[in-house]
Each structure stands twice: as C-alpha cells, then as structure tokens.
C-alpha cells in the first residue's frame, strides 16, 4: 500500500471520528452538563410514597414548641428520595509490600559396578577403550533462583460535596449520587460520587464520610485545554492499535 494512502485515509479517520467535533470548540471553554433531566433533578421533584401514615403528635395550642421534622431537635437527616447529604471524601492512605525469595538446591548421583560375578570384566572386555562398568552412571545438578519485589504507593485527597438521595430500597437502605462541576478559565473539573448509605451512619450534621459508602464510586477528572493537551492524538491512538510493532 502506498504510504501516501494510508496517511491520507488515516488522517480522514481521525477528522471523522472527532478531529471536525474538537476544531468546533477551539477558544472556547468546556459546557457544563445540563441538570435539568439528571437523576438528581428527578429524585427532588419525584414525591416519595410513605411506608406507614405518620400520626402526628398532639401539641398545646398555646405552646411554642412546633412537631415535625423541621423543628428545633427534629431529624433532620437525609432519609427520604429528594433529601440532600454531605459526602465527606478524606483519603490519605499509604501502602508499602515488599518481597524477596531465595532457593537453591543441588543433587549428585553415581552408579557403579566394579565387580558382580565377574559380569563387568568380561563387559568391559567389548567396551571402547576407557569405557568401564566401575563407573557406569554418574551425575550431578544444582539450581538457584532469587527475587525481589516492592509496591509503594501513596494517595492524597480531600474534597466535600453534596449528594441526593435517589431511591430508598425495602431494606431502608439509600441509594445516593452527587455531581459537581467547577471551571477555572477553560478547564473544568468535575466531580461524581454514588453509593448506598446507611440511615444510621449518617451523623447529625447530615453529613457521611466515604468509608460508609458501600458500592462506594468516586471519580474526579476533568476536561479542557490542560486534559486535552495531556491525552494523545487521535491519529496516534489509532496507530498504536493498528499498528502490529
């Protein structure tokens, strides 16, 4: 194939599979996704059906004390669809392994037949010259190995963010997800966060750390100039998977 042929038709390759979509935003900084028809929007709008009908509790008319979840030492967690938590994201974790082996082993083995009945003289008679039953069979071996190996890794990340309960399951366990979005000029940040919750884990700041989320998944990226730059071209990643060496 004519080399001219190929890098024409992998340059349309590149054009057609997003080169055309990056040139559109040249200058411009990334968009947001829209929240409008998110799951988050949906879960605040949607009205949840009560397992049980709540009783309300008999109060003085004259009283100031005012009933309910919204009252001064009322529950005030996330604990229905529509509610809104804070995810607290600490990590700070350290690991080290380290590893080393050694074995060796070594063996030696003879066999010889100086005399059985005069049997090995009269062979050695017909054998070459040098060659004898004295020492038939001898042999020896030995073999080594080593290794070492380490892992050292270190991970650093702090960020609050605020998440919406999406589903109650039958268990009263809450189903969350959270989304953040921050751009500095033109290039955003992005933050995401679901998981399940226990009611009981959340604390009275209506707040829960992500070592109590189970299924727990975090993600924090970005796209822009700065990410753009970082990846490689379209025409290189192309090449690296066709390409056989």
Request: aromatic letters at 6%.
């Amino acid at each position: 194939m004519d080399k001219r042929v190929f890098w024409s038709g992998l340059l349309a390759l590149s054009l057609s599979t997003g080169g055309c979509a990056r040139l559109a935003d040249v200058g411009k900084a990334p968009d947001f996704k829209p929240t409008a028809n998110g799951d988050e929007r949906f879960a605040m709008m949607r009205t949840p059906v009560p397992n049980a009908a709540d009783v309300p509790e008999p109060t003085a008319e004259a009283s100031l004390w005012r009933a309910g979840r919204y009252s001064l030492l009322g529950n005030q967690r996330a604990q229905q669809v529509g509610d809104i938590l804070t995810v607290v994201i600490e990590i700070d974790e350290r690991a080290e392994i380290s590893n080393s082996t050694s074995r060796s082993r070594s063996g030696s083995e003879s066999l010889g037949i100086p005399s059985f009945f005069g049997i090995p003289q009269r062979v050695n008679e017909r054998l070459p010259e040098g060659a004898t039953l004295g020492d038939a069979v001898s042999a020896d071996s030995s073999s080594s190995s080593s290794g070492d190996g380490s892992v050292r890794r270190k991970e650093k990340f702090s960020m609050r963010i605020a998440a919406t309960v999406t589903d109650v399951l039958q268990n009263g366990v809450l189903t969350i997800q959270g989304s953040q979005e921050v751009r500095v000029n033109y290039e955003l940040r992005e933050l995401l966060v679901a998981g399940y919750v226990r009611p009981a884990d959340i604390s009275r700041q209506n707040e829960i750390t992500y070592d109590k989320i189970a299924a727990a998944r975090i993600s924090y990226g970005g796209r822009g100039q700065i990410s753009d730059v970082q990846q490689p071209r379209i025409g290189q990643q192309v090449a690296d998977i066709l390409l056989p060496f």
